[in-house]
């Protein structure tokens, strides 16, 4: 599309929460703890919060911000005044941007952004973002939606990396002053959008998104902004092997438990190896006590496997105790596929594609719906009149006449084909066969 160096046209959009609570600053104070808990917020409620979304482009510009209340809406009060100007409030049911409400910022988006098409939206790969109607729009619209690599967004995303930060700081010290200034004041849904301005009046916006977007490399476009190893796999559940050098003491200790070990007798140096791998901590015999005095100075305290007897003791089981203690099977689950999107979600391929496998959950659905319907039918024996597609059941044919077609088998009512006459010995043939 050409569009890598107008910085006008790379928008990216992304949502966020702001509580009521606030954030206090930091202080220079006695280290020694004087209360037993922490001093209240006093600025509002930190559980509540509203999300936000806010949409830049790489030219330092921002569109007015995107609000989402929660349901109900409020019947009187005016939630826009001293709002940012164009500044948009929705409300959904538990006040979180889902995919109805994405559509509606598409379109408040395409109400104030230039109409000099197309442009770039750089979005994330939250579900939300991700329907037919919303790639739909954007294509109708010239806005094309990109979507940054899943689980990098906090090193791609410029709204991430520079502006949340920013603004958050900034809101921080508007409800601060808030709080300085009236005491008795707190943070509610009615001045959110006046307190959200004044966070945007307090900040470098222009300087601040530039510099978000030179920071992830998108623009300018820096290819070497960020090492390999950042897109690497993860080696979480790869742990080094631990190296362990034992003390002289230790080495002298084993040696003696091995020449120890070497003058019992077979079943007793088998029995005692069991007893230390189990835990056993019951005074027996001196023997054993100078065993396990050795053994515990040789690998300490935790239960190890002993190297000190070469054969393996096999226990048998009585088959009627084994029937008894059968473990469940595990059986493996088919692993689910995840759905591969495409970067360029609005391309005209994968668009279609998305078209394609929506049309055949249909069909498959619609099927589904038919067999269960005909399973039904048959389970409950039940017959329809193929004209008027009403039911009625055998053990109530005696009180309706109706007749079957020798043709298609089909049952109509002699009141729906026209109180016909068919002699007895004659075949009837009804008028779909007759066609």
Known sequence: MGLQNVAEKIFNMDESGFDFGGKGEFVIASAKKTTKSNPPRLTGNKKERLTTAFCVNAAGEMIPPFLVYPEPKPLHGDFKEGAFP???????????????????????????????????????????????????????????????????????????????????????????????????????????????????????????????????????????????????????????????????????AQEALKVFAGVLSTPVRATYSERMLEGYDIERSPTFNAYRKLHRRAFGTTIAASSLTTETTTIEIAPTISACCRLPIATPRPARRKIQLPSHVTDPHHIKSVCLKSLDKARKLADKEQKAKAKFEAANNRQRCKFCKKEYPNNDVGAVNWVACDHCDAWFHTVCIGEIIIPIGEEFVCMFCEI
């Open 86 to 252: 164009g500044t948009e409030i929705i409300f959904t049911k538990k006040g979180w941007m889902d995919a109805a409400a994405f559509l509606q910022f598409l379109q408040h988006m395409d109400r104030h952004v230039s109409s000099e098409r197309p442009v770039v939206l750089l979005i994330d790969s939250v579900s939300s973002h991700m329907s037919m109607e919303i790639f739909q729009f954007a294509k109708e619209k010239q806005i094309e939606l990109y979507r940054l690599l899943p689980n990098a967004t906090h090193f791609l995303q410029p709204l991430d990396n520079g502006f949340f930060g920013q603004i958050k700081k900034s809101w921080n010290g508007v409800l601060r002053q808030r709080l300085q200034d009236d005491p008795g004041a707190k943070a509610t849904k009615t001045v959110f959008a006046e307190l959200l301005n004044k966070s945007i009046a307090a900040m470098n916006l222009k300087r601040t998104i530039v510099s978000a977007f030179r920071i992830t490399g998108i623009f300018p476009i820096n290819e070497n902004r960020h090492g390999q190893e950042l897109f690497a796999t993860a080696k979480s559940f790869e742990a080094e092997a631990e190296t362990h050098i034992d003390s002289p003491q230790k080495i002298a």
